[in-house]
């Protein structure tokens, strides 16, 4: 065997031995990574457990469904032997990770995902979506994780409640986050697109509740689209209706304006509304639109790929046994940062629910899944 095959076959075997944990890792760009660590200090004074060992701990946490610190820390301690084969130098123990969670800048994970969301959104570039538009189609919604107010006093919703908010906006090609904004649960949905970067030629697809003309007029300014429900109680009046072909559902196709003085003012350009009768649950739908370009028919069903997105929400929404994960992930009574928004967010993941998690905290079941 030549000395080329020879080192081919040594390098494949190497990489065979490997765990799948630390082969997937392996993938991230580790010189962007210690460029964000860098750039804020993350190892300043740091002699053990540093912020790449801190992140392959959580993505350990995070792939194998972990439920807290003190389940993350134990099921890592029953496989000792392991860990240094992980990538993880140092003693693992719950409250060096938490004080990591608590003190580090979650800046360097914010940036550091940022920099992999970009990667992952050119591989999607090419997916094809039900409908078929070039521009890039987001889907904004929120979801509301539900947690213990003795816990959790920073979250206070009422007076034995308390919350917090996920406003996401989702890239329907590859479903992937390109935006959160975390906040307490008294923040209306509306508020959200005042932090929202607008994207120009892109198309915003969300629900009523983000009916607001003076914050949607920034949209149409910003030389955006968006695809909304329409209130039943909006005024307006008829300036031209366009045929439709009533056979796809659609019920009519009409340009308009605002009528009452104050919401005009608002939002002086035209509007057209879009009336369409979902065949699925003969549901009648009224959306608006600052779109007079892609076909009616096309406008509904932009609307139906907002559940796509709206599906993943659903399957992140927090249970109790999480809480202590974001409890020390740096969402403290003292962080001033409560209410806040990231092109990236920090701690942003999607997970599906399963039927039984009550598994042993210290079995060894996760490291035979991650390990060949």
Aim: glycine share 4%.
């Amino acid at each position: 065997m030549g000395a080329g095959k020879l080192g081919a076959a040594r390098t494949f075997l190497k990489t065979l031995s490997k765990m799948i944990f630390t082969q997937v890792l392996d993938v991230k760009p580790l010189k962007t990574f210690h460029r964000c660590v860098e750039r804020y200090q993350g190892n300043f004074s740091i002699k053990h457990f540093n912020c790449l060992e801190q992140f392959r701990v959580m993505a350990f946490a995070q792939l194998t469904y972990r439920e807290s610190l003190r389940d993350t820390v134990t099921c890592l301690r029953s496989q000792n032997s392991k860990l240094y084969r992980m990538g993880i130098r140092g003693k693992v123990s719950k409250s060096t990770l938490a004080d990591a969670n608590e003190v580090r800048s979650w800046r360097i994970y914010a940036d550091f995902t940022q920099h992999l969301i970009g990667i992952a959104r050119k591989l999607y570039q090419q997916e094809q979506l039900a409908v078929d538009i070039e521009q890039t189609i987001y889907a904004l919604d929120s979801t509301t994780i539900d947690l213990c107010l003795s816990v959790f006093p920073w979250a206070h919703l009422r007076t034995a409640k308390a919350t917090v908010k996920l406003h996401t906006l989702i890239d329907l090609k590859g479903n992937i986050p390109t935006f959160i904004h975390i906040s307490d649960g008294k923040f209306h949905d509306v508020n959200v697109l005042d932090v929202l970067p607008i994207e120009p030629g892109s198309i915003y697809v969300m629900d009523r509740g983000y009916v607001d003309f003076e914050r949607l007029y920034r949209i149409t300014r910003s030389l955006a689209y968006f695809v909304t429900r329409a209130k039943s109680t909006f005024s307006f009046e008829l300036i031209y209706s366009h045929p439709v072909d009533k056979a796809t559902g659609l019920i009519c196709d009409q340009t308009i304006k605002l009528t009452v003085a104050a919401t005009a003012k608002k939002y002086p350009a035209k509007l057209r509304r879009v009336k369409y009768r979902d065949p699925e649950t003969d549901k009648v739908l009224v959306f608006l639109t600052n779109n007079f370009e892609l076909p009616a028919k096309t406008i509904a069903d932009l609307y139906k790929q907002r559940w796509q997105g709206r599906a993943l929400l659903q399957m992140d929404q927090a249970e109790p046994a999480h809480q202590e994960l974001l409890r020390h992930g740096g969402e403290c009574s003292k962080n001033p940062d409560m209410d806040r928004s990231e092109r990236l967010p920090h701690g942003c993941h999607y997970q599906e629910k399963t039927e039984n998690r009550s598994q042993s905290l210290h079995n060894s079941t996760d490291f035979e899944r991650l390990h060949f």
